[in-house]
């Protein structure tokens, strides 16, 4: 506390006399009805967007990693694995895809873990709406992220001539599904943003948990030439599961099942662990 | 009248510590209640659980009518809380705080707006109003976090040392609202470390200590509970402390007490300046040299000290001499109203409360 408003007069800040006339004359204001789920989290979703328009640089992860993921991969294994970075493009993009996106999930539980800390949520919390409304904004405002980070690979990739056989509505199915789920996969952050101490505690279980989790998939190399017992962990990896849809609605060949799959997988970590982040929320100290 | 808060028996441990140990209380609608207590009292954890933010571990607890933890949200259709860090949003400006809450309470984009520039215009913040809260002063953000409270004008209103860290000038206008507020008939739970901020705006204060409530009254009924005036005297010479006793015990209406290294004689009386008047003659009469005298009212500080056997400020590392020395120039400076300048340093000295639990 060094400075006083400048605002302020030097008789004292303003809000003196004069202005009890204008407290006691304010109308008395019916007590609104509290509003409705959607509309509170579409008012978190404004202030997410705020946010991102206030502090760009928090865009950085969701910009530089996956134009670093997509270069770096392409010519750098791309000689040795496929013969050419140009072939190898045509089966790693959807493999980026997911992985950029998916590791931006982490910052939704830094983000929540620091509003915690700064005591924002004490007011959300003691206003009467819909509970959830608050993180689900805030998820409005990561799910614009993600299709940010999709669509900056995917133009990265044409660029660099990669060419989806699934043509336009392939690469739009493949993109929301990937939004998808990781709009699902951020209530295990939202969950370890309340629950752990402090953002770089979530930051180091994130590092741990996501990187094995992508590159543990088919999202860079047929598992084909893997060991029995990794192959074993590969097909088990849902993160497989979402690269092969990806792949398939890009290449045009998705089908429905492929399809189901990764909604019930996204709807299965949202029963999960929607609940349980909002038990930590309402018992959060 | 009813009472707008009530609370019977509350109970929250935190590990070993008992941060709320059976508090129970009431505050009558329209009045203010003064929960004065120093850090680590548990005035925040009473705020928590009432405001619905914190589940106690036992006890009951009613607001505006509402069971708090049977139906929390329809309390917090009811209440305002003003923390004691500002929980505005720093990347937000501070119309877009005030307009965000407006719209949680499902105002119209134009009506919250209005509200917005409406309270930005009371608490002198309107030439900020389009910066973020970020680059707003301590001083400010408070403000900023009280106007988002009286967004839709709550009838029952909670505020967790709402002018900690706040320098007078500031301290004396958050006063001023907080007067009009109840003045138009809001019910108000305040919780103060500042004795001056509780006999100023509280009908009633509780005083809290280790999670118990163990005093409660008006100021002045507590200040009546430690007794009446009373004579204080500094003697020139330490081999007259005898003889000013002597010569006090005729008005003495109890034990006077006497600290020898600082020559000074506290002694209880009745019958105001008159008293003084004869005490100076007759110690006159004996010769005695006296180098200071007074008539004092007790203060609320004498209450906590004589109550808790500790002052206010609770810091258990402060020095019992540097206590003294505060207290010193708080007095110097006149009882109600001016005390600000030693108040506020030690508020500094022991500003960094954590959260209470």
């Known amino acids: 506390m060094t400075t006083v408003p400048a605002a302020a007069p030097s008789s004292g800040p303003g809000y003196t006399s004069s202005d009890a006339q204008a407290l006691s004359a304010a109308p008395a204001r019916p007590r609104p009805a509290p509003p409705g789920p959607v509309t509170a989290a579409l008012t978190f979703a404004w202030r997410a967007l705020l946010k991102i328009r206030r502090i760009p640089e928090q865009l950085s992860d969701v910009i530089a990693v996956p134009v670093v993921f997509t270069l770096l991969f392409t010519y750098l294994f791309g000689g040795a694995l496929a013969g050419s970075p140009h072939r190898y493009l045509q089966f790693l993009l959807p493999g980026t895809l997911v992985m950029a996106v998916l590791l931006a999930t982490m910052y939704t539980g830094v983000n929540l873990n620091g509003d915690l800390a700064k005591g924002v949520y004490d007011r959300f919390r003691t206003l009467r709406i819909w509970q959830p409304a608050p993180i689900v904004g805030a998820l409005i405002g990561d799910a614009l992220r993600y299709l940010l980070a999709s669509a900056l690979v995917t133009g990265l990739g044409l660029l660099l001539g990669y060419r989806p056989h699934g043509g336009v509505g392939g690469v739009l199915i493949a993109i929301a599904l990937v939004v998808v789920f990781a709009v699902a996969l951020s209530w295990v952050f939202t969950l370890l943003g309340l629950v752990l101490r402090s953002a770089s505690a979530i930051m180091s279980l994130a590092v741990v948990v996501l990187f094995p989790l992508t590159l543990a998939s088919n999202a860079f190399v047929e598992p084909g030439t893997m060991p029995g017992w990794l192959r074993a962990v590969v097909h088990a990896n849902p993160v497989t599961q979402l690269v092969t849809t990806t792949r398939a609605a890009m290449d045009g060949t998705v089908t429905a099942v492929q399809i189901a799959t990764v909604l019930a997988a996204s709807a299965a970590l949202v029963a999960v662990f929607g609940p349980l982040t909002m038990r930590a929320y309402r018992r959060h100290e | ?357």
Do not use: C
């Open chain 2, 1 to 357: 009248m009813a009472a707008a808060i009530e609370a019977e028996d509350l109970v929250k441990t935190f590990g070993e510590v008992h941060a709320l140990d059976g508090v129970s209380l009431e505050v009558p609608e329209g009045t203010v209640l003064g929960l004065l207590g120093p850090n680590g009292a548990g005035k925040t954890t009473m705020v928590r659980v009432l405001t619905t933010l914190l589940r106690p571990d036992s006890g009951r607890a009613v607001v505006a009518g509402l069971d708090v933890l049977k139906q929390p949200n329809e309390v917090r259709g009811l209440i305002g809380l003003s923390g004691q860090y500002a929980a505005v949003d720093e990347y937000l400006t501070g119309r877009e705080n005030l307009q965000m809450v407006g719209e949680l309470y499902q105002m119209s984009p134009r009506d919250s707006r209005a509200r917005a520039l409406e309270l930005l215009d009371w608490f002198n913040l309107s030439e900020a109003a389009n910066r973020i809260a970020k680059t707003y002063s301590g001083g400010m953000r408070r403000r900023l976090d009280l106007a988002a409270a009286l967004v839709v004008r709550p009838p029952v209103m909670f505020l967790d040392e709402p002018t900690t860290g706040l320098d007078p000038r500031n301290r004396m206008a958050l006063w001023e609202v907080i007067e009009r507020l109840v003045g138009e008939g809001t019910t108000l739970l305040l919780t103060t470390q500042y004795l001056e901020e509780a006999d100023r705006l509280a009908h009633d204060i509780a005083v809290v200590d280790h999670g118990k409530v163990i005093a409660r009254g008006t100021a002045d009924e507590l200040k009546a509970e430690i007794g009446g005036e009373r004579i204080e005297i500094v003697v020139e010479d330490p081999a007259h402390l005898g003889q000013a006793v002597e010569a006090l015990a005729p008005y003495a209406k109890g034990e006077p007490a006497v600290e020898r290294h600082t020559r000074r004689i506290t002694v209880p009386v009745s019958g105001g300046a008159s008293v003084l008047a004869d005490v100076i003659r007759e110690l006159d009469a004996r010769t005695i040299v006296i180098q200071d005298i007074g008539l004092r009212r007790p203060t609320l500080d004498d209450v906590f000290l004589s109550l808790t056997g500790h002052a206010t400020f609770g810091d258990e590392d402060v020095e019992a001499a540097d206590v003294e020395a505060l207290e010193a120039a708080a007095d110097a400076a006149g009882g109600t109203g001016d005390g600000d300048a030693a108040r506020t340093v030690a508020a500094g000295s022991s500003s960094s409360e954590g959260k209470d639990s």
